[in-house]
């Protein structure tokens, strides 16, 4: 089980804002990073730090972090934003890496 | 531009092992440590561990220990993971990863080589 918590899907319309969480008590300690994978590639790195984009990772995508939540926001999702995402963060002891069960998002 | 070029596909029999490396250019490969992570069809990601690839210290999750050997050839800067003792459940895609920070694991993962699929099965 990991420990870190994701909604399995979550869908939204196209050229709306759509917010995913992820949820766990070492993001008390941690930032979060985000990923996101297309069918058949590797992960790409969209968001880390507090609210950072790697080169090349259009602006509408933003994170935050409040508690034990982090949260990736897409405003003004576009088609091509469909894939999966995942969130990792150190553990809660700081010497391992834990990701998220991802999130499928949908756009409608 | 950072670039992490996997070997290739590997079917394995249940209770062998199976190295699988990668070849990192574009930056200076003892800057950053390297993890592996994998995932199983249709599942999520999992993390296994990274390497130093300056002082060759490792890091294993715990599920790992005692199946997993990280190592790297600084001279070809290449990465190797191997895992002894294949079961089923081990058919995954495995990925090599570099870590975002210099000179020292921040846990962050930046840039991903594009997987290799190993399948075990008898």
């Keep these: 089980s990991s420990e870190l918590t994701q909604d399995p899907a979550v869908s939204v319309a196209l050229g709306q804002t759509v917010r995913i969480t992820c949820q766990g008590d070492s993001l008390r300690s941690y930032y979060a990073s985000w990923y996101q994978q297309k069918p058949g590639q590797a992960p790409v790195l969209v968001i880390y730090g507090k609210n950072n984009r790697p080169s090349g990772i259009p602006d509408r995508f933003s994170g935050s972090s409040s508690g034990n939540t982090a949260s990736l926001t897409i405003t003004g999702a576009q088609a091509e934003d469909e894939a999966d995402y995942y969130c990792n963060s150190r553990d809660s002891s700081g010497n391992s890496v834990v990701f998220g069960g991802g999130t499928k998002l949908t756009v409608l | ?122």
């Design chain 2, 1 to 122: 531009q950072v670039q992490l070029v996997q070997s290739g596909a590997e079917v394995k029999k249940p209770g062998a092992s199976v190295k699988v490396s990668c070849k990192a250019s574009g930056y200076t490969f003892t800057g950053y440590y390297m993890h592996w992570v994998r995932q199983a069809p249709g599942q999520g990601l999992e993390w296994m561990g990274w390497i130093n690839p300056n002082s060759g210290g490792t890091n294993y999750a715990q599920k790992f220990q005692g199946r997993v050997t990280m190592t790297r050839d600084t001279s070809i800067s290449t990465a190797y993971m191997e895992l002894s003792r294949l079961r089923s459940d081990d058919t995954a895609v495995y990925y090599c990863a570099r870590d975002r920070s210099h000179g020292s694991g921040s846990y962050q993962i930046d840039y991903w080589g594009q997987g290799t699929l190993v399948t075990v099965s008898s």
